[in-house]
């Protein structure tokens, strides 16, 4: 990734914070390496216009103690989808931004931290619409910045996107297992896979989310009462907290520590998207991969991935609230 292993991963994390739990594990996640000094959080993109998906993020970031990481959202247009969780996490938890309009631009975001970063330095992971990846392409050169796509080029070492289903030889995916990260905004996934100029790595639903068989979260409860992470699960199961897949949280995991021992890839080919977001993998040139399971012994490691997971979800802030 163009990183040494003591220097932290520099990373901007896109979330649409508003359908699914594990948006709320995967941050937490980004925070308990974050506190292992495993991960500099420069900074938290919202792809979604649920009304309480950026006061939600921002109180997990404040409980955690980091109030001050800057948080964009989208400005145009953005899908948005029901939560169960965002409007309780926001109301609970002490935070300052009390609404998506008091957000900065989301592109206005983007430009700004991947300027001052240094080049081919940045992991960006995404875990819900491509819309921000996508308007952040689209945006023109201003003042001493260049377009979206040259500033991305130089700046983003690994773009980790949590989507597809990569099933059969060679993958495929005709949206039988559903592929909501790219069906929110489908003009905007078809152009930002399409126009990504570095690395791009695909974290397929069969890795983290079904028919991975993977899950996590039933262990919350034994958290306190206070603890964001609990209180999300349990708005969103309506009572105690109960497992749910990892499909965002596998994203994070390889983001941060990539391959280890936890998975293989597939580092040939590119996915062909369509604009109805259905997809082949197309063996004629190499531009994009996407993750593997790996097995031991020929069984799949899933036991140890959601051990990890689980650990880094229950993680307790080390930062005082300020």
């Keep these: 990734m163009g990183l040494t292993a003591a220097e ?50 921002d109180a997990i ?24 969780f965002a409007k309780t996490i926001a109301e609970r938890f002490p935070h300052d931004l009390t609404s998506a309009a008091q957000a900065e631009d989301a592109v206005a ?19 819900g619409d491509l819309t921000n990846i996508a308007d952040l392409l689209k945006s023109p050169a201003s003042g001493d910045q260049p377009d979206g796509v040259t500033l991305a080029k ?11 289903n990569f099933i059969g030889k060679p993958a495929h995916d005709d949206l039988k297992l559903t592929n909501n990260n790219f069906t929110g905004d489908k003009a905007g996934s078809l152009y930002a896979v399409r126009h990504w100029p570095t690395r791009l790595v695909f974290v397929g639903r069969e890795i983290g989310s079904v028919p991975s068989g993977l899950k996590a979260g039933a262990r919350l409860q034994e958290l306190p009462a206070d603890h964001p992470v609990r209180v999300g699960y349990e708005a969103y199961f309506g009572g105690q907290p109960k497992d749910r897949h990892v499909a965002d949280q596998t994203a994070v995991l390889f983001a941060v520590r990539g391959l280890r021992d936890y998975w293989d890839i597939e580092a040939k080919g590119f996915m062909d998207l369509q604009a109805d977001n259905t997809f082949t993998w197309n063996y004629a040139a190499d531009r994009h991969e996407y993750l593997l399971k790996r097995t031991v012994d020929g069984k799949p490691n899933d036991r140890e991935i959601e051990g990890v997971i689980e650990g880094l979800m229950m993680h307790h802030r080390t930062k005082p609230i300020r």
């Design 61 to 84: 970031n404040t409980w955690y103690g980091r109030p001050d990481i800057s948080i964009g959202a989208p400005k145009g247009h953005a899908a948005q989808a029901k939560s169960k």
């Design 154 to 164: 130089q700046k983003v070492a690994l773009w980790v996107c949590m989507g597809g």
């Design 109 to 127: 975001l983007y430009r700004r931290l991947l300027f001052a970063a240094p080049d081919r330095s940045v992991v960006i992971v995404t875990v």
């Design 8 to 57: 932290p991963v520099r990373l901007i994390f896109d979330t649409d914070m508003d359908s699914d739990c594990d948006d709320v594990g995967a941050l937490a996640m980004v925070h308990a390496m974050a506190d292992g000094d495993e991960v500099e959080l420069l900074g938290v993109a919202v792809s979604s216009h649920h009304e309480w998906s950026a006061p939600c993020t």
